[in-house]
């Protein structure tokens, strides 16, 4: 068996691909190559089955009930618990938190990652060192991680408005302020998540093929161009990996929030109550109202979903785009 | 001791196409004559496991261990909860699926009302011979219309006035428990002048919160936002809005108050930097004031609160009937309650108790607290418990209606970013939100 | 993995060549960064670093000079061990509890692994009919709420008679939509078509393709993920608590009930971080090494 390949000639992406995958047509039985991908991926979805399915049909099922999370099911209502929610003024603040706080933590998090691995990336001394380093928050448990920054941020007896003191600065009002919650909730998440971002995107770098670079040295490309023509086309799938998961948990932000305070209901006016704490009051709250929960976590589910895709899309054309002119070169 | 039902295993045949387990656990589909079957009995040698599910401080792990060597057929499993708001997300967790619940299982005042209108969901507790073992106001709250006992009482939190006898002094008020009860005496605008006295003086604030302040204000009236028949009243009336209104002008115009969110981390510190000087006090508070005022001395505690008695949280022991062993887990719930036990467990964690008898026990009435410059803490809670006349009803909305009152009180004390009317403008808007008028 | 030498050897001939490509390289394109590069390495790690400092400063106090300090001073004081010993004996089952994490980071890494490979082997490299649409349902998969499903999936574990044990835990983390999303992901570009071609050739069927091709190919992906998932559910509190509760836990479970007394003493809460925090550094300095190099044998393809 050989693994002597030639680095891959730059493609044009999925179009030469096609007929490689047929191409598995060997001694081998039929069935194996047949069965065998669905076989691959049953784990997956036996397991989803029993527990993703059944909450998500049972979810879907309770959203067009009346019921009392106690209580039970009660009357079949339709799409009643959908416009209720829609409604309430409280779930347009939470939509606006929740957004508010994806933004500041997604954003800035998958740039500086991306910057932060590029600089990993180089040839530098005790590489272990720097990349274990980075990766470090990640092992804090988040409710650790609340802990810690709830001091941190305490209005205050807080060490960083008491270091802002030292300077003649603030103090920030991290509670009241709805914005400067925010920037303190997104500040939590960007401290575990960067470094795995970081290291995540590091590795798919790893794997650019050191050819390419060589070749792009050659003709003369500046390091800035090598990381726009070569590093991200070549980053794709993992861009999209990133920002798919990062919108999907940014979307879903509930830990952070709710541990930000004692009381974790998201502030006296709701300043930083996100969509995920507004159905979690909803359903375990004060009403119990587990079929507007449900309403709730299914507009959630969609919003996520289209969310998703635009940033899909956006990512794709970027990247690849980004692709396009490497190709030209 | 946990059986697997037939049901289970009915369901794991299918799931691995193995039907000859159908045949391996014999019994058929009796399920439910099953898990009747070795619950009613009660009696006799039979190893019983029970399981209590408590949380925060219940002071209940040496009695537990007393409790199994009094019964040797019984093994009892705790199982702790860090703190209420958990030990509330598991239980309603387990309600709604139906199972998994424990035998018993500890509940706060707090959200015992949401569960009354469920109470087919509890054992019917109510037996002769503990009648009239609770202060009566304690049985009420957790007794139906139709006289079903859903919880028996563990601990109350009738209210005293803790006080830094050293800003008092600094102040130029009394220090000595007896005369600051004396100094205090009276309804809660006698309170706030005194405060006023004492903020004229001192650089520290009078009380810590509106928020609290209200709480112990609206703790007094009957019915606050419910009628006694759950009828809604909501918070668009005089006595709501005199009280909502007399806070804030004590605590933002009078500046009495030092504007720290109760349970907060600023709170928590502003014990150390002595940033009040009263506060509220049920007897569990004590032990709250100990920790986050550790170091600090001049804490003391006085036999009086601002018009009149008041009570601050307690706890119930309920047997949900998922049970196994209802009549096992309810007669170690009476055990658990009784004077004796409540007395040991005020003793191991100074939870107040709420029943009758234990007010006289020699051994309530002699614990001193040495942080309080050793005050007689079990003599005046003990008073500060029969000084109790008001029961303010709370049925299942009480929660959500107070929210939007102390949320309202805390953007204007603590936040700041409303004042007293536009702040009680949202108070109206997220109360119509909840569309319960 | 090691009954098969064969492969052993091919993924370790690939690394040792991209690696000497890389040295090759490092002599001519890739110069050592100066000393601004380093300058922003520190920066980050010191924010890194720090919130952890500070739980371990907490740690090693007492709660009297922590309530006095709002800001804590820049060295230990001596009681982290003092403080640790009062976690491990007080009555919160803090060996249990240990032991209960241990088996279930290490049993879902595991299958993690394996499946998510297996599922991302198959998206990435094979075709198959539904192939495309089946992938965005697993995507779409991780956007359901989780909050949601607590009650539906407590409702699962009751009726198969698990609550309460490890089983719950572990079960609905077996194989993850992360998982086989990311190993998809990765597949697809570090995992060349020629050489499971070669592979075929050689009369491979498709499991021994996977073990011998696709799986060396995963490693470092795999290594990561490994880590990821182990790190994930190490601290993972909502569900365990949920389903298990204080009865069976695991470690955040069990530590959460120092905060069970009247008033948070950070040097006894901040003392259960750093003890649950070390096995995970531990692990992270062992795995550490073996992780990046991992990461460079990345381009095995060349």
Known sequence: MSVISPPKPRRAPEVPREPRRIAFRQRAGRWDVKLSPYLYISPFFLLFAVTGLFPLAYTAYVSVHDWHLIGGQGAFVGMQNFVDVVQQPRFLTALRNTFSIFLLSSVPQVLAAIGIAAVLDA????????????????????????????????????????VLATVDLGPIRWHADPLSSHVAIASMVNFRWTGYNTLIFLAAMQAVPRDLYEAAVIDGASRLRQFFSITVPMLRPTIIFIVITATIGGLQIFDEPRMFDQLGQGGSDRQWMTVTM??????????????RAAAVAWILFLIIVVIGLINFAITRRISSSGSTRGGKR | MRKTTSKTWALMAGATGIALLATACGGGDTEADAGEGSSTGGSGDEQITLTVATFNEFGYEELLDEYEELNPNITVEHKKAATSDEARDNLNTRLAAGSGLSDIEAVEVDWLSELMQYSDMFVDLSDPEVEDRWLEWKTAAATTEDGTLIGYGTDIGPEAVCYRSDLFAAAGLPTDREEVAALLEGDWDHYFEVGKQFVANSDAAWFDSAGATYQGMINQVENAYEEDDGTVIGIDHDTVKDIYGDVLTASVDDELSAHLLQWSDDWAAGFQSGAFATQLCPGWMLGVIEGNAAGVTGWDVADVFPGGGGNWGGSYLTVPAQSEHPEEAKALAAWLTAPEQQVKAFQSKGTFPSQVEALDSPELLGTTEEFFNNAPTGEILAKRAEAITATPFKGPNYFPIHTTVSDALTRVDVDQTDDAASSWEKALDAYESLGLS | MTSIPMIQQTAGAGAARSAARRRGLARGANRRPGWVTYAVLGAVLLI???PLYYAVLLASSDAITIAQNPIPSLLPEGNLFTNIGRVIASDIQFWPAMWNSIVVATVTAFSVVVFSTLAGFSFSKLRFRGRGPLLVFVIATMAVPTQLGIVPLFIVMAELDLTGKLAAVIIPGMVTAFGVFWMTQYLEEALPYELIEAARVDGCSMIRTFWHVAMPAARPAAAML??????????????????LGAGNPTLPVALQLLQASYFKDYSLIMAGVVASTIPLVLVFIVAGRQLVTGIMQGAVKG
């Open chain 1, 123 to 162: 040839n530098l001394r005790a590489r272990t060192f720097w990349r274990m380093g980075v990766l470090l928050p990640y092992v804090v448990a988040p409710v650790a991680v609340s802990l810690i920054f709830s001091k941190l941020f305490a209005d205050q007896s807080g060490l960083i408005n008491a």
């Open chain 1, 278 to 291: 507004y159905l979690y009051e909803l359903g375990w709250g004060a009403q119990k109202s587990f079929g």
């Open chain 3, 48 to 50: 890194s670093a720090y």
């Open chain 3, 226 to 243: 490994a880590l990821f998932t182990f790190v994930g559910s190490w601290t993972n509190f909502f569900w365990p608590f949920i389903v």
